[in-house]
């Protein structure tokens, strides 16, 4: 039988100097897609899938981050007092259990993998699931509640993956695919931002994963790799060799990279036209918007 998956890991030391200057006083994780904070999506996303255990990796300046996450009891005592349910229910699902939640500093910035490395103690003999908040997934089944369906079947190791234009797989992990099922592919060997014309496909791995604890043990002794970083990649593919358990899996979804400004844009249309309350106005907005841009040009 495989084990529940009830704990994630959310690297978040990251600086976010692409967002230079608003990332100088807020955490790029704060950055908000309509109304609610990147990390918001992110960890809703890992309540679906059961995660119950919330590992937050850390770093300076990322206090805002702790606090969002906590009661707002004057806010919440004013909504109270005037009525103001509808508030307090959006509030409801920034508040985490007491204990449920753990903060971890990452004290230097040496990567991904090293990121991971450093909730090791939280982690213990368990699988685990690691959720780059950067990567925002909308989808009716959110992306990490499929992959732990999936891993039922399979156990073992499970990335995201998504086909990318072949030029772009050089800013990715790419997988080496060993089967191709379909919405799985079995992965014979992956390369984290391998140089043009080195990628073995352009199937690249977005930020979901679902790990076991020998990744974790990888990562005690793993080099630096692409960047001069430890990258969490490297730790994976270390496992093909080792027990040969290294799934990709295609989700059903469409993925924005919010960590670039251009897919942050995106983003923001995209949730924003799936509201219901701005739909309308939005979409005028944008048609007429794009009618005076092409009478323009
Ligand atoms: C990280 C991972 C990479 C993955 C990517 C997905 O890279 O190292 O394997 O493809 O996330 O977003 P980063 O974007 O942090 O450079």
Sequence with gaps: M??????????????GTRFLPATKSIPKEIMTLVDRPLIQYAIDE???????????????GKGALEDYFDHAHELEANLRRSGKDDLLEI???????????????????????????????????EPFAVILPDDVIAAEKPCLQQM?????????????AMEVPPEKAGAYGVLDINEDMGAMVSVKGMV????????????????????TPKVMQNLNRIKSGAGGEIQLTDAIAE???????????????????CGSKAGFLQATVAFGLARAELHDEFIQFLIGMTASRRAAE
């Design 148 to 160: 732990v369906e999936a891993y039922q079947e399979t156990g073992g190791n499970m990335v995201a």
């Design 91 to 125: 509030l409801r699902d920034t508040n985490m259990d007491s204990g449920a939640i753990a903060y971890i500093r990452q004290h230097k910035a040496l990567g991904l993998g090293h990121a991971v490395w450093c909730a090791r103690r939280l982690i213990g003999n």
């Design 46 to 60: 890992a309540r679906a899938a059961g995660i119950k255990e919330f590992i937050f990796v850390t770093s300076r």
């Design 192 to 211: 984290e931002k391998p140089k043009a014309d080195e990628a073995p496909s352009n199937l690249a791995v977005i930020g979901r994963y679902i790990l």
């Design 2 to 15: 495989k084990r529940k998956v009830t704990k994630a890991i959310f690297p978040v030391a990251g600086l």
């Design 239 to 257: 496992e093909i060799a080792r027990s040969n358990n290294v799934f990709g899996y295609r989700f059903r979804g469409q993925r924005f990279d």
